[in-house]
């Protein structure tokens, strides 16, 4: 942590690392071991989200601590056998685990308060952003939160979305149905000859988007690979079928900051759309959301030249624009926090 004395508070960030199949001995520690926080790819290029945490809010006036999860360093790369120091603890995590994991963290700062700095701000990214509401909702030392890619459906729902509709509504309906009719012709999908799999059968040149649909789910790969996301320890104790989380942000006393790329394909803007509807229903007036124009989940733009926000879908470095639009909306906000 650098030593200023013009920061205000900690911000702890609550990095979601990939590969996530996870479990908890006691010697649980507070954050991963390693370094720094780097790409999911271990690059160290541009920003992605932890390095945007770690560039961005020095300069408005945070301290930082960023948080991984027990068992595993910092990505440089998918390897389990690499990166995991422990990868029976990584493997066997549960929810709760990592509630704790951030519990410690917290307490840890509270405790020695290493920067002089007493209030306390979560942000989180991706799937991170329900843990940080989570551990809000217990832990009365955390004064804000900060979502990157809000994600406050519950997870079943998500994934599925993810899995069956989310090909249809974000690439299947815009360009391989040219002509929008509702079906897909064989010379369409001609033209996407890399990206759009269906086993034509003799004779069939045509299939509706609602029987290409029903094919993705009867496709066994997808289904198993729920089913084995449905039963992972992660996901264990009624996590994979909870309820969503916006009337629970809604209704916290402590300010709230979101940010959606309007190009996110794994936490899509309907997200960020459906916090702020609860927040307005619950009267909640310092909840402050920001819709990125023309980025995606890592806050960077999707792959040119085609740039299709699905298949060309980056994971950094993040935009510059959007650096400097979340160091300076971060630094304003901080006003809020008590």
Known sequence: MVQTRARVGVLVAVVTLAANRHRDPGHRRPW??????????????????????RAGAPRAGFHTLQLGKPGIDFHTGWDLTRLAYDKDLFLGLTWNDLLENANEAIACVTERRPCR????????????????????VRNPNVRGLVF?????????????????QRPIELFVNPDVDADHDGFITRE??????KDFNYPWKDGESRISIDAYTAYLRSNPEYEKAIQTLATSPLYSNGIWERAPIY????????????????????????????????????????????????????????????????????????????????????????????
Do not use: N
């Open 117 to 136: 700095a007493s209030r306390i701000v979560l942000v989180g990214h991706s799937e991170g952003t329900m843990r940080i509401a989570d551990v809000a």
């Open 247 to 338: 009337a629970q942000v809604a209704h916290l006393p402590i300010p709230v900051l979101a940010f959606t790329g309007s190009l996110d394909v794994m936490t899509p803007p309907t997200e960020l759309e459906a916090l702020r509807a609860a927040c307005a229903e619950a009267g909640k007036r310092d909840c402050e959301t920001h819709l990125v124009p023309g980025l995606g989940h890592g806050m960077s733009p999707p792959k040119p030249p085609r740039r299709q926000p699905l298949l060309d879908q980056t994971e950094g470095p993040v935009d510059a624009g959007f650096l400097d639009l979340f160091t300076r909306t971060l630094a304003d906000w901080k006003s809020k926090i008590r």
């Open 148 to 164: 990157l890619g809000f994600h406050g459906h519950g997870f079943r729902d998500l994934v599925e979305w993810q899995a069956y």
């Open 32 to 53: 991963a071991r390693g370094g720094d926080a780097r790409s999911h790819h271990g690059r160290r290029e541009g920003h992605r989200a932890p390095d945007l945490v």
């Open 188 to 193: 369409e999908a001609s033209r996407w000859t």
